[in-house]
């Protein structure tokens, strides 16, 4: 029963170039959560989604990101014309849907770095 | 929005001994409270939750206590192991809104 699953595990991009994440949930999560950890600091919200859906975006910085979760495949957060500023650990986590429990389950991480 | 702190940043124990970890929160409105291990290189890994309508949970050698009046919360972890050494973070959340608040983190380190 595998978990949640990321890659890449590592990404080295310069500056202006574009990242992108992919996320794979746990199966029969329907529910993805993405957050920013910065060195030495806690995990911090970016963006909630269900499938074809954004429901909470609160945390995503306002230009330059974006994050899908289409009907098939994996979740995807983008990261355009990507600076030094956006290295940072990139986790996901997983949950079944609402209703169950609120427990995320998370994946081992992409690290960004940002020449 | 919510406000998680989180004592103390760093954590040294003597194998055996216990440890403690306490975090405060600010919305009286949360209701969902885990802690999360997380080691070198690897993404956080659930050690134990606790719902508002709880006061303490106990898995073996962790214990959560909650005082919701304080809002505080608190993870303590007895018969200390080198293996439990990690950053431990705890978090808050709203049933149905979801996203967790973090705290700043925890580092444990266990001397054998």
């Known amino acids: 029963n595998a978990g949640v699953m990321q890659n890449p595990r590592h990404l080295v991009r310069r500056r202006g170039q574009e990242a992108r994440l992919r996320c794979s949930p746990m199966?029969?999560?329907?529910?993805v959560y993405w957050y920013r950890q910065l060195p030495e600091e806690g995990l911090k919200f970016m963006v909630y989604l269900q499938k074809e859906n954004i429901i909470d975006e609160s945390g995503m910085p306002k230009e330059r990101f974006s994050a899908e979760f289409p009907k098939e495949g994996p979740s995807i957060l983008r990261i355009q014309q990507v600076v030094r500023g956006d290295s940072a650990a990139y986790f996901c986590a997983s949950k079944p849907g609402t209703g169950s429990t609120d427990t995320q389950y998370f994946g081992p991480g992409t690290r960004l770095t940002v020449l | 929005g919510e406000n998680v702190e989180q004592h103390p940043s760093t954590l040294s124990v003597q194998e055996g001994d216990s440890a403690v970890i306490k975090c405060t929160y600010s919305d009286s409105a949360s209701n969902y409270f885990p802690w999360y291990k997380q080691e070198l290189g690897k993404g956080p890994q659930l050690i134990i939750d606790?719902?508002?309508?709880?006061g303490e949970k106990k898995d073996q050698r962790i214990a959560v206590t909650l005082n919701k009046t304080a809002k505080h919360f608190s993870l303590h972890i007895t018969e200390t192991q080198p293996e439990d050494s990690a950053v431990y973070f705890c978090?808050?959340?709203?049933?149905?809104?979801?996203?967790?608040?973090f705290g700043s983190g925890t580092k444990l380190n266990v001397k054998p």
């Open positions: 199966k029969g999560h329907s529910h």
């Open positions: 606790i719902r508002s309508n709880v």
């Open positions: 978090a808050a959340s709203i049933y149905n809104f979801n996203k967790f608040y």
